[in-house]
T-cell receptor, first 112, second 115 residues
Framework: AQSVTQPDIHITVSEGASLELRCNYS??????LFWYVQSPGQGLQLLLKYFSGDTLVQGIKGFEAEFKRSQSSFNLRKPSVHWSDAAEYFC??????????FGAGTILRVKS | DTAVSQTPKYLVTQMGNDKSIKCEQNLGHDTMYWYKQDSKKFLKIMFS???????INETVPNRFSPKSPDKAHLNLHINSLELGDSAVYFCASSPGRTGPTYGYTFGSGTRLTVV
């Protein structure tokens, strides 16, 4: 079945440590790819997106993501996590049209 | 100056009632959406309107009826509320018909609790 998978429900990292959040998708063609962040009680904010071209994309708040076609992955990274990054992160794909399909989300906890 | 605003932010109601959630965007976007986020935080699209025309209608009970009086507003009316309707409902908008390529702007959500 076509889907978006975020295998980690929770991740805890120390402040200042590096972060990688995983995302895999199962669609035949390469869809448009996105990462969103949701802070508690807030809506979703777009961090970055990939359509084509350079497979390493830069986003806001120091985040980046790398598209790997061979692995059907679009993992989100940040070299040094800040306490304010604690939130829930959603990977999403747009396989066709204007419908976004979301993964189940990964909750990031940052310990000081 | 809120870009996508939803009202109310919280809604607690009894089973069987009818309720509406309103959404307004001041971004000049052509397309608006309703997404439902269930208790497991899973987000799924419900409806999409482009310039008042319904373009996405997922498998949603017909108790849910979207209404778009103009391209800046998309309201969601729910009849005969059930316990399973409890969720957070997000409104979103995008500039073009193919929303994801331009990015969505989400509202802050309406938490609906049916008791």
């Amino acid at each position: 079945a076509q889907s978006v998978t975020q295998p980690d429900i929770h991740i805890t990292v120390s402040e200042g440590a590096s972060l990688e959040l995983r995302c895999n998708y199962s669609y035949g063609a390469t869809p448009y790819l996105f990462w969103y962040v949701q802070s508690p009680g807030q809506g979703l904010q777009l961090l970055l997106k990939y359509f084509s071209g350079d497979t390493l994309v830069q986003g806001i708040k120091g985040f980046e993501a790398e598209f790997k076609r061979s692995q059907s992955s679009f993992n989100l990274r940040k070299p040094s996590v800040h306490w304010s990054d604690a939130a829930e992160y959603f990977c999403a794909v747009a396989p066709y049209g204007n419908k976004l399909v979301f993964g189940a989300g990964t909750i990031l906890r940052v310990k000081s | 100056d809120t870009a996508v605003s939803q009202t109310p932010k919280y809604l607690v109601t009894q089973m069987g009632n009818d309720k509406s959630i309103k959404c307004e965007q001041n971004l000049g976007h052509d397309t608006m959406y309703w997404y439902k986020q269930d208790s497991k935080k899973f987000l799924k699209i419900m409806f999409s309107y482009n310039n008042k025309e319904l373009i996405i209608n997922e498998t949603v009970p017909n108790r849910f009826s979207p209404k778009s009086p103009d391209k800046a507003h998309l309201n969601l009316h729910i009849n005969s509320l059930e316990l399973g309707d409890s969720a957070v409902y997000f409104c979103a908008s995008s500039p073009g018909r193919t929303g994801p390529t331009y990015g969505y702007t989400f509202g802050s959500g309406t938490r609906l609790t049916v008791v």
